[in-house]
């Protein structure tokens, strides 16, 4: 596989789960380790980090940045002024591009903390990035070159996959749907679990018959590429079992309870976000 990126140093920084996600989707895809460096004031997580990716590690921002085309933020929204900071001081007038996966901050919050010369990318992953089957929202700045774009989703595609977003807001929205949503499928698979178990089944028969039928709906759905209202209408036989569950759910309002959870996980995340500049 080419990559464009290929020359370009990429430094990240924070060594937790999603940079380390990341760095070993790259390394898995063939991008060389010895162009990617990760920064952690923590000495064990630099140690796991080297350990399962074999890649060069550092303590402070000044030296990870030094020669980096691309910054990758992967440190905790709470840590992160302090990380641009150390990040403008080292930079002395360069401008690589940033890609941030820290919730919540926009980008030109990011942009002015490191002076207002730098490009960048927002994205919001989700957790099962973490097995390479993560769903991704980007948007790039006005700033950001179409070969920086390029870099950016080829980035975050090493852990699953891309949606380019044309306004930034949108990310609120990515927050709701596929940022969240992996404990809204986690609910439903835990609820199905426990009543089974209360309609006679056993925890492992519960469990297993739960889990694998979650994983099998989503293979239809990603393999077939059928629409979820099109594979829905052909396991539902008019007068079956599976109409009189769905004719409950339509009943008790299933779809204004979804509607409002994600409405109120969004404003959540404009809340988080705080006031637009």
């Known amino acids: 596989m080419m990559f464009p990126m290929q020359d370009q140093n990429v430094t990240f920084l924070g060594c937790g789960n999603m940079g380390t996600s990341l760095v070993g989707g790259l390394i898995a895809d063939g991008y060389p380790a010895s162009s990617l460096c990760g920064v952690d004031p923590d000495d064990a997580q630099r140690r796991r980090l080297a350990q399962h990716c074999a890649i060069h590690t550092v303590a402070t921002v000044a030296e990870g940045v030094a020669d980096a085309d691309i910054i990758v933020l992967a440190v905790k929204p709470q840590t992160l002024p302090a990380a641009l900071a150390e990040v403008k001081q080292a930079l002395q007038n360069r401008s690589p591009l940033v890609l941030s996966i820290a919730a ?10 490191l002076g207002g010369v730098c490009p960048v990318v927002r994205a919001m992953p989700n957790t099962p990035a973490l097995l390479r089957a993560g769903a991704s929202g980007l948007y790039a700045g006005a700033d950001v070159s179409a070969a920086q774009r390029r870099s950016a989703a080829r980035i975050m595609q090493a852990v699953g996959v891309t949606v380019w977003l044309d306004e930034e807001a949108l990310l609120d929205t990515v ?103």
């Open 104 to 113: 919540g901050v926009r980008c030109a919050t990011i942009r002015a903390a």
């Open 175 to 277: 927050t709701a749907v596929s940022g969240s949503g992996p404990a809204y499928f986690f609910l439903i698979v835990e609820l199905l679990e426990k009543i089974a178990v209360e309609l006679g089944l056993s925890e492992e028969q519960a469990r297993r018959l739960s889990v694998e039928t979650a994983l099998g709906a989503a293979r239809m759905l990603k393999e077939t590429g059928a629409p979820a209202a099109t594979l829905r209408q052909r396991v539902t036989s008019p007068g079956g079992t599976t109409e009189q569950a769905l004719q409950v759910f339509a009943e008790q309002g299933l779809e204004e309870l979804l509607r409002q959870a994600l409405l109120a996980c969004r404003q959540r995340s404009l809340e988080l976000a705080g006031p637009v500049d």
